[in-house]
């Protein structure tokens, strides 16, 4: 087993990777010069614009969300092989459209699907829970036949930078073992940023991924391009890793669903990772979808393989149904934190807490303020782990290659890794994030003094990012998320509006409280912005993805009955 760094210019080598990708693209499925044209003059991709590039039988088949989907293939409404031909269509027309795909493997998905049919036609019983359904994959899991770059030119034919593993091509993660066993069809894996510690995506092998939604604005990151296919209907469902907001953040960008569990929930056993040596504050496996039923069907069913018993990084817990909130049983209680004290939101961001705020009181239940410990201190601590091995694993996998730091890490990179954190430091953040953690949980339980309903806030409610979707290279603070990931809260992505000029007007009476926010708050482009997704995050207590996802519903639908009434 190896590490060796190429002779030939990364630039060819990320030139060949992505002509490879496209090549299996199927010719009948290419978009012409004008329609590409067309596409790069429009802010928005999504709706119909992709639909009119479809037949009508494509367009009624990913119309559907994922329990439809289930469902139509269950009552022989369509075929395995229909649904998949259509997605992967409709996957190869979205990545044409706004780069968001690394790896195609349509005729591996395509040969699952009729043997999927087949299995159906003579058993008369499904697969699994999953069965036909296409399910797409951010690309740091491992798929049998198929690479896994995760963004770094030096994996291009390696298993993880290495050769003469014997994995190369020939290994799976064990999710994906565990989707197939469930009758899912994986067809194809999804950007994301160098390093995978971005809000945006961009990498030196596939280049930058836009909002399709608005592509004046990026889809988020790091599970940039999962968000931008669900955003353009490529896909239903997927999977996607968070360490610092990576599968929330695109998902408000993109105006999409997601949740991010605690991390021991589901298994992250040969998922390739940014310095996996780092496990104070562990990446979660998340899970995306363009509904919250389906972010359940999916989950629910990973839970039925029982991944405990193949990693004993998981806890014993299969899905609980007795643990979600049944409506109408009592009111809830939000805590309701629309700034973290740090960065101010942006107006679309702000206006969407509002309205959050004001449907939930409505649909009869309460709020309070939410004031917590310093948000500021978990970020300083957060940081303190992401970078305490000086960046050696990412120059490591940089030097493979010689390829450059793209242009949105150099600020915080620079031109080669610094000493690691000294142990005794480390040490000391350890504790810090103990204390945190714990300090945190005491706030938490002494709201039940003033929420009046016998218990403490049942969920938080706060922005996902102070900007709706971020100008290119303008992504300045990850506080909002990466607050929940250093106490491994169970959180759910939920979209409530978009941005609109003409009523999220520029405050030039705010005054910044920091360098950072003035750099924020200036950012903030109305023209630029308008149209853009806005999206917050619900937030629960460790383990508790059951009651998050439940209540994350109860608000979306509140919100709904906002929009719908008088």
């Not at 430091?425 to 300090?439: E, N, P």
């Amino acid at each position: 087993m190896t590490r060796m760094t190429t002779t030939v210019p990364w630039q060819d080598q990320a030139q060949k990777k992505r002509a490879d990708t496209w090549s299996k693209i199927p010719r009948e499925w290419l978009l012409d010069d004008q329609v590409m044209s067309e596409a790069k003059s429009r802010r928005k991709l999504t709706g119909k614009f992709i639909e009119n590039l479809l037949a009508a039988n494509e367009q009624k088949i990913t119309a559907l969300d994922s329990l439809q989907l289930v469902s139509c293939m269950l009552n022989k409404t369509f075929s395995a092989e229909e649904v998949a031909t259509a997605f992967c269509k409709r996957a190869a027309v979205a990545h044409q459209l706004n780069n968001c795909l690394h790896e195609i493997f349509f005729d591996q998905a395509l040969q699952r699907a009729r043997e999927l049919d087949q299995h159906y036609a003579k058993t008369g019983s499904v697969l699994g829970p999953l069965h036909g359904l296409p399910v797409s994959l951010k690309d740091q899991f491992h798929v049998k036949g198929v690479e896994t770059t995760m963004g770094y030119v030096g994996w291009i034919g390696t298993y993880e930078g290495k050769r003469g593993t014997g994995k190369e091509l020939n290994s799976n993660s064990q999710l994906v073992d565990e989707l197939l066993s469930l009758g899912a069809v994986l067809y194809c894996k999804t950007s994301l940023p160098q390093t995978l510690l971005l809000g945006e995506t961009h990498n030196n092998v596939n280049g930058y991924t836009m909002n399709p939604v608005n592509q004046l604005v990026s889809c988020g990151g790091s599970s940039g391009g999962e968000a931008a296919l669900q955003a353009l209907r490529g896909s239903t469902l997927g999977v996607g890793t968070d360490i610092g907001g990576s599968v929330r953040i695109p998902a408000a960008f993109c105006g999409t669903y997601s949740i991010k569990p605690t991390t021991t929930r589901l298994s992250y056993k040969d998922v390739a990772n940014s310095n996996p040596g780092q496990t104070n504050i562990p990446s979660s496996i998340g899970l995306m979808g363009i509904t919250l039923p389906s972010l359940r069907l999916l989950m629910t069913a990973i839970l039925s393989t029982q991944p405990w018993l193949r990693d004993p990084d998981v806890v014993p817990l299969p899905w609980r149904g007795d643990h979600e909130y049944v409506k109408a049983s009592r009111p809830l209680c939000f805590g309701i934190m629309a700034t973290d004290g740090v960065v101010m939101p942006h107006p679309p961001i702000l206006r969407g807490m509002r309205l959050v705020k004001e449907a939930i009181e409505k649909a009869g239940h309460k709020t309070i303020p939410w004031e917590p410990p310093s948000h500021a201190e978990a970020t300083n601590i957060h940081s303190d782990f992401m970078s305490c091995d000086g960046g050696a694993n990412i120059f490591a996998q940089l030097r493979l290659s010689k390829e450059p730091v793209v242009e949105e890490k150099k600020h915080d990179l620079g031109n080669g890794p610094v000493p690691p954190l000294p142990l005794l430091d480390f040490q000391r953040s350890c504790l810090r994030r103990k204390a945190y953690r714990a300090s945190y949980a005491a706030y938490w339980n002494s709201t039940q003094e003033k929420t009046s309903t016998g218990h403490p806030v049942d969920a938080v409610i706060m922005p996902v990012a102070p900007t709706a979707a971020v100008l290119p290279g303008r992504y300045r603070h990850f506080g909002y998320t990466v607050i929940n990931n250093l106490l491994d809260s169970s959180c759910v992505c939920i979209p409530v509006t978009h941005a609109d000029k003409n009523v999220d007007i520029f405050d030039h009476d705010y005054k910044p409280k920091n360098e950072t926010d003035r750099l924020n708050w200036e950012g903030y482009d109305v023209d630029k912005y308008d149209g853009a997704p806005v999206g917050v995050q619900v937030v629960g207590r460790v383990l508790q993805e059951e009651w998050t996802l439940s209540v994350a519903e109860t608000v979306v639908d509140a919100l709904s009955e906002v929009h719908q009434g008088p």
